[in-house]
């Protein structure tokens, strides 16, 4: 963990446009925070559905982390995620505020924000650092796709496809090759999304590896393996292309094709969360997995 110290002045706003709760919380807190004096710059997006609200600058969702030194997302994890993405290069911190279903990376609840203010704009939070993948896709050689992802990179059949065969490798060496639905490439932030749900391990976000998490295989003996963040993945499809589509953090894809290579890696960019609370991860946990404290 880090801590973040320096006094904020320009802060920028990325609301969810598709959920009117998180247009009115980015409006609000446009408003509060122009009272304070800080300059506030909004997604272009952003700035059309709230109606042109004055602000101090409107920018592409790719180029506001060069405008501000701190932005707030409002929406859930799904937002959370595509920010992640869209600013990775930027190392502009980002504090997730929900506007909608609990997730693992928002931090505050909307109606909580404005009792924070003061206290992010005076930088007394810690920055929680977490690793990326990068992903590219090669056919015949050439890469036709390159992505960027916070929480996974997912190997999946379409509706009406047959089960895919698999062909992995980790650091060049050759590890199994299966048939199944698909393949999950998590890191430790994904490895409480869709790789959990498949039966993968939860990894504390402390830990940097990568999570491989076959979806429904057909074998007993193919299970989930944790490798380190200096080795690549490889997967390989084989055998007849029956309809197979390459996700990104569920919001991103690129179709793929018998013989293609997906390459998956730790990436250079790092996700900087802001953290306001005290709490460790695995109180977090047990409360977004609804348990008590006595029912583990």
């Not at 490895?191 to 990894?203: C, E, K, R």
Request: hydrophobic residues 45%; charged residues 25%; aromatic residues 4%.
């Amino acid at each position: 963990m880090q801590s973040g110290r320096e006094q904020l002045r320009r802060v920028g706003l990325w609301p969810h446009p598709g959920k009117v709760e998180a247009l009115e919380l980015a409006r609000t807190t446009a408003q509060t925070l122009g009272r304070r004096g800080v300059e506030v710059w909004l997604t272009d997006e952003g700035h059309r559905r709230l109606e042109r609200l004055p602000v101090a600058g409107v920018a592409r969702p790719q180029e506001l982390g060069r405008h501000v030194q701190l932005l707030i997302v409002f929406g859930g994890d799904g937002a959370l995620l595509s920010a992640a993405r869209a600013v990775a290069d930027q190392k502009v911190p980002i504090l997730g505020v929900n506007a909608g279903h609990l997730g693992f990376l928002t931090e505050v609840e909307g109606a909580d924000l404005e009792g924070v203010i003061d206290q992010l704009l005076a930088g007394k939070f810690r920055l929680d650092i977490r690793m990326m993948l990068r992903c590219r896709v090669e056919r015949a050689g050439v890469v036709i796709a390159e992505h960027l992802a916070l929480n996974d990179v997912v190997i999946t059949r379409t509706t009406f496809a047959r089960m895919i065969r698999l062909r992995t490798f980790v650091g060049g060496e050759p590890v199994v090759e299966f048939m199944a639905d698909g393949m999950i490439v998590a890191t430790p932030t994904g490895s409480t999304a869709y790789s959990l749900s498949a039966g993968g391990p939860i990894v504390s976000p402390e830990v940097e590896a990568m999570v491989l998490t076959p979806i429904c295989p057909h074998t007993l003996a193919t299970r989930s393996i944790v490798v380190p963040p200096h080795e690549e993945v490889r997967i390989d499809l084989v055998g007849r292309d029956e309809g197979t589509m390459l996700t990104v953090d569920g919001q991103e894809g690129t179709p793929l094709a018998s013989g293609d290579s997906i390459h998956v890696a730790a990436a250079p960019e790092r996700t900087r969360l802001v953290r306001l609370y005290s709490r460790k991860f695995y109180a977090l946990l047990r409360s977004r997995l609804h348990r008590g404290p006595g029912e583990w």
